[in-house]
């Protein structure tokens, strides 16, 4: 079935520690997105890539680094300049036709939180 | 700048009872998309519906329509005969203006629980 994988499930950082989640998708989307999401709060963007080898910045990237060497991987690092990690991370995917239509398709998420 | 507001934190619905959502949203583009996510306990956001800025007609799926009234700037999801299984958080989303089309703002959430 296809769809999209994030592991591990459940992550802990020890300070000064630069952690990676992972995603995979095997729905040949060409975009691909990292939210955050805080208790109480909507989610909120941190990095998106509608190509590979090409992302760009969302409204809270300062402390995370991306990659995109294939379409099928996004990972995410959350370096140790991330002075606040600790929350729920999801990973998402869309075909990138450009239609306001476009809807997004998300994975079951990783809980990061800091030992 | 865009904003999507979801008033409610937490509604209670009888189970077979309607129930409906609120959302509001501000932009200043003539073309966007909304969209409702629910998102279990599981943690995976699921896509329910979607409406186009443009649409004449009011978007239904299934058990869920949107209520439209764009002067009002409003997006409310009703979720019809609600089931046990509906209890979830419930998200409103809109378009981003500009860049990639799948790049979402969304709204704070409202948790709804279905009473048996």
């Known amino acids: 079935d296809g769809g999209i994988t994030q592991s591990p499930k459940y992550l802990f950082r020890k300070e000064g520690q630069n952690v990676t989640l992972s995603c995979e998708q095997n729905?040949?989307?060409?975009?691909m997105y990292w939210y955050r999401q805080d208790p109480g709060q909507g989610l909120r963007l941190i990095y998106y890539?509608?190509?590979?080898?090409?992302?760009q910045k969302g409204d809270i990237a300062e402390g995370y680094s991306v990659s995109r060497e294939k379409k099928e991987s996004f990972p995410l690092t959350v370096t140790s300049a991330q002075k606040n990690p600790t929350a729920f991370y999801l990973c998402?995917?869309?075909?990138?036709?450009?239609?306001?239509?476009?809807?997004?398709?998300f994975g079951s998420g990783t809980q990061l939180s800091v030992l | 700048a865009q904003k999507i507001t979801q008033t409610q934190p937490g509604m209670f619905v009888q189970e077979k009872e309607a129930v409906t959502l609120d959302c509001t949203y501000d932009?200043?583009?003539?073309?966007?998309?909304l969209f409702w996510y629910k998102q279990p306990s599981s943690g995976e956001m699921i896509f329910l519906i979607y409406?186009?800025?443009?649409?004449?007609q009011n978007a239904t799926e299934g058990r869920y329509s949107l209520n439209f009234q764009k002067a009002r700037k409003s997006a409310n999801l009703v979720i019809s005969a609600s089931q046990l299984g509906d209890s979830a958080m419930y998200f409103c989303?809109?378009?981003?203006?500009?860049?990639?089309?799948?790049?979402?703002?969304f709204g704070k959430g409202t948790k709804l629980s279905v009473k048996p």
């Open positions: 890539s509608q190509i590979v080898n090409d992302f």
């Open positions: 989303a809109m378009s981003r203006y500009g860049g990639s089309q799948g790049n979402l703002i």
């Open positions: 729905l040949n989307h060409d975009a």
């Open positions: 932009t200043s583009d003539q073309s966007y998309g």
């Open positions: 409406q186009g800025s443009y649409d004449e």
């Open positions: 998402a995917s869309s075909l990138n036709t450009g239609g306001r239509n476009e809807k997004l398709f």
